[in-house]
């Protein structure tokens, strides 16, 4: 990918630009930016920039060059959609076959029925359909007027990575705030109380929530793109950062491979079950993705405390020498701890 950022939008042409005469031959210096430049062929967009394509632009180029910035934008929608169907594995697997994972759950106890999961679903489905949908939709104009750029040239993979890294930590700080505001009396009772409907959260619940529950932890995701502009596969490549990272913490399950062995202070599953299974009484965990706001601010000192003594049950119950129940009584003893 090339290291230049500034963009050549090529979204918006058509038939009868490309019998317009081409102008001046003369190559634009790279950094230069162009708006709706109406070249229709990798050749004349080279011309612009002074320079060859990469095999990276050349596939965007010839991917996005018909396509308007908002249906590039709609995207983003089909992501969310896609990302309803990653649960379903998960969920099939313990409906079908349980016993093969069921010493990774973290909440043993419960067993969905396959009309339980199937409910979820369905909610989740009108929920992303007359919400989330329509409100990511809605969001476009303030998309195109924080700046979020479409065309050549593409950002370089450290432009990439570095953009990434600054939304986790904008998007993890004021989520954090924002989660612990609707833990308050009211807005719990009132808001937030919908997605703590699952004490033992599956995948799906990670879009099931109240309308103004899904706007206000929504703002977060946007807040760093709007900070730091990106380009549009940038963009995508957040929004699908944050449905996987809102898939995995609501697994329910805790796997030898998981990220929060691999990936440190990354809170994962076993961090946000423990959240769903205490609800509106926790005073912990309201990291969505790293944990350090709530070692920073002490919300994670009963979780912390009682952590080894859960580890200690599970291990027990692996080996055959403890229940299911009793793993669950160390949730119990969350609970009162906090």
């Given amino acids: 990918m090339s290291t230049s950022t500034s963009p050549i939008s090529l979204h918006y042409i058509s038939s009868h630009r490309r019998t317009q005469s081409h102008p001046s031959n003369t190559p634009l210096h790279h950094n230069q930016a162009i708006e709706m430049l109406p070249y229709s062929t990798v050749a004349e967009a080279e011309a612009a920039l002074g320079r060859g394509l990469t095999g990276a632009e050349t596939m965007w180029f010839r991917y996005s060059s018909g396509m308007s910035d908002f249906v590039l934008y709609c995207h983003n929608v089909l992501f969310l959609f896609l990302f309803t169907v990653v649960p379903l594995s998960l969920a099939l697997v313990e409906l079908r076959w349980p016993s093969l994972i069921r010493r990774y759950k973290l909440q043993p106890k419960v067993q969905l029925t396959p009309s339980a999961v199937f409910r979820c679903y369905t909610d989740v489905m009108r929920i992303l359909l007359f919400t989330i949908a329509p409100l990511q939709l809605a969001s476009y104009p303030i998309i195109k007027l924080i700046g979020i750029r479409t065309g050549l040239a593409l950002p370089s993979a450290w432009e990439i990575l570095s953009q990434l890294v600054v939304y986790v930590f904008i998007e993890d700080f004021s989520h954090y705030w924002i989660h612990r505001f609707l833990h308050g009396k009211w807005m719990y009772e009132n808001i937030h109380r919908v997605h703590h409907e699952y004490t033992a959260p ?137």
Wanted: glycine share 10%; net charge negative; aromatic share 18%.
């Fill in 202 to 338: 599956i995948g799906f619940v990670a879009s099931y929530a109240h309308p103004v529950d899904a706007m206000l932890l929504g703002l977060p995701s946007f807040l760093g793109p709007a900070l730091v502009p990106c380009h549009t596969v940038t963009f995508w490549l957040w929004n699908i950062l944050r449905h996987f990272e809102g898939n995995d913490v609501h697994t329910g399950y805790d796997f030898p491979m998981s990220f929060t062995k691999l990936i440190p202070f990354y809170g994962g599953a076993e961090f946000h079950d423990y959240h769903h299974y205490v609800g509106g009484q926790t005073k912990s965990n309201f990291a969505p993705m790293f944990t350090y706001c709530d070692y920073i601010y002490g919300t994670d000192k009963g979780y912390k405390y009682q952590k080894k003594h859960l580890a200690k049950m599970r291990e027990q119950w692996k080996s055959g020498n403890g229940s299911n129940g009793e793993v669950n009584h160390v949730f119990d003893e969350f609970n009162k701890s906090e």
